[in-house]
């Protein structure tokens, strides 16, 4: 499927894919900015986690469903997954290149900026935290800033936050794995907390929970959903690719596993119930 900028209309929709329900934490953004959009979300839940997959394996899952939200008529596509993102947009823009393509990284500029004492920690998928883009960006945002980047992997809380596990009872085993990984940083001293992950800002309210117990400080917490719903307001303008018509905005789930955990990963984490279907991609 190719996509050219004098085919592309208004009026389409826009495709949002991840490993698995992360993304919904972009969708939410990306609703809340650009509320008369057309979206499709597509969760790969039966390839997931895509972090402990090799490079080429999360290229080739990203292709294909960079190619069928092509099939479903999408004007712009947005990567809502980190390690994808590392791995993969450069060949989907490869492959596209006139498609808006937006993707997710952690947050270090945006978190140098707001940090008082240049410490931070970003919380992200072992992966992730691997990526040779992630690591040079660290380098670039350090020397300019002189800030510091302690660097967290979150083994097994992606997969918690894909069962909806969200860290509410302070002794559920979700909340245990987030005093594992930021009791430690908080000893550091940072005072800032990059959500390196798009599935983290779905606990949230957990790892505020866990800060306060261990200090009084104001730990601020860097979520990059709105920078990224931003960018694709940027992208969608530049080529004159916003809806304007009035009619009621639709949003359609697909996933390659289990409607019905998506269905519920949607109402339990955005109070939302859209159509979702099964696919074979």
């Known amino acids: 499927m190719t996509f050219t900028a004098s085919t ?6 826009i495709g949002i894919f991840d490993s ?8 939410r953004h990306i609703r809340a900015q650009l509320p008369q959009e057309d979206l499709i979300y597509f969760a790969d839940s039966a390839h997931a ?5 090799t490079e080429q394996q999360v290229i080739d899952r990203s292709l294909a469903v960079a190619s069928y939200l092509l099939l479903q008529g999408a ?10 993102t590392i791995a993969a947009i450069k060949a989907l823009r490869a492959r596209y290149p006139d498609l808006p393509i937006v993707g997710v990284e952690p947050g ?4 140098a900026a707001i940090s008082r004492n240049g410490k931070i920690g970003v919380l992200a998928t072992e992966r992730a935290l691997r990526g040779d883009k992630l690591l040079a960006l660290r380098e670039q945002v350090s020397a300019a800033t002189g800030a510091t980047f302690i660097l967290q992997p979150c083994i097994g809380l992606a997969d918690r936050i894909e069962q909806c596990e969200l860290g ?23 005072d800032t907390l990059v959500l390196g992950c798009t599935h983290y800002p779905f606990v949230q309210d957990a790892i505020a929970r866990t800060v306060r117990a261990h200090t009084q400080e104001q730990i601020t917490l860097v979520d990059t959903g709105d920078a990224v719903a931003r960018q694709l307001a940027r992208l969608l303008d530049a080529a004159s690719l916003r809806r304007t018509n009035n009619d009621a905005p639709r949003l ?7 409607v019905e955990a998506l269905a519920q990963a949607f109402a339990g984490l955005l109070d939302l119930q859209p159509p979702v279907e099964h696919l074979s991609v």
């Open 75 to 84: 004007k712009a596509l947005v990567v809502a997954c980190n390690t994808a």
């Open 168 to 190: 509410h009872d302070p002794l559920d085993a979700t909340s245990a794995m987030l005093e594992r990984y930021i009791a430690p940083l908080l000893e550091l001293g940072v």
């Open 49 to 53: 986690p895509y972090g402990d997959k």
């Open 252 to 258: 359609q789930g697909y996933t390659t596993a289990s």
């Open 108 to 111: 270090l500029k945006p978190a």
């Open 20 to 27: 698995g329900v992360g993304g919904l934490s972009v969708l």
């Open 8 to 13: 592309a209309r208004p009026d389409a929709p």
